[in-house]
């Protein structure tokens, strides 16, 4: 028997941001305002570190298997760093180029829901972590608080 998670509020609402295999990171952040050490800097492999984790729930983190390959340290001739694959210049995660099958190209941005789909188009697997069935997307409500500048007699 497997255990099963409902991720329907996280499947469209985090973005993949980082990689470093195993692990796929997603952000609740617009791309440009995610950031990690070193992501300015080139080759990302070596230079950059996982993003920043500001807030209770602003990055996911992912495991993740099967025939998926990083970005090559040269693509199109350039070492790449972070910033620039987070712009969309190369692929995080891509397949080998078969006669058979397009090839799959896992871009910056891409929601954790299409990158499932995407890792199980290529013939591999996602993990998420236990706990996720406790993630809150919604804003927390607000919990009164007790005025306690009044004194007890002016209470009674």
């Not at 692990?23 to 952040?29: H, Q």
């Not at 080139?42 to 025939?67: C, H, M, N, R, S």
């Not at 694959?85 to 829901?113: C, V, Y």
Request: aromatic content about 10%; overall charge negative; glycine content about 8%.
């Amino acid at each position: 028997m497997g255990l099963t998670t409902d991720l329907h509020g996280a499947q469209s609402a985090y973005k993949l941001c980082f990689v470093r295999a195993p692990w796929a990171y997603f952000t609740l952040l617009p791309l440009e305002h995610q950031w990690g050490d070193g992501w300015e800097r080139a080759p990302y492999d070596k230079e950059a570190g996982p993003p920043y984790d500001d807030a209770p729930g602003q990055i996911l983190t992912v495991a993740f298997d099967g025939p998926l390959y990083p970005t090559d340290l040269t693509y199109a001739g350039k070492k790449l760093s972070a910033n620039e694959l987070n712009l969309g210049k190369a692929p995080w995660l891509r397949t080998q180029d078969f006669l058979n099958s397009a090839p799959i190209h896992i871009m910056a941005g891409t929601t954790l829901e299409s990158f499932v789909e995407q890792v199980e188009l290529a013939g591999g697997h996602v993990f998420a972590p236990l706990g996720w069935g406790a993630l809150c997307l919604e804003p927390a409500k607000k919990v009164a608080v007790p005025d306690m500048t009044r004194t007890s007699h002016e209470t009674d």
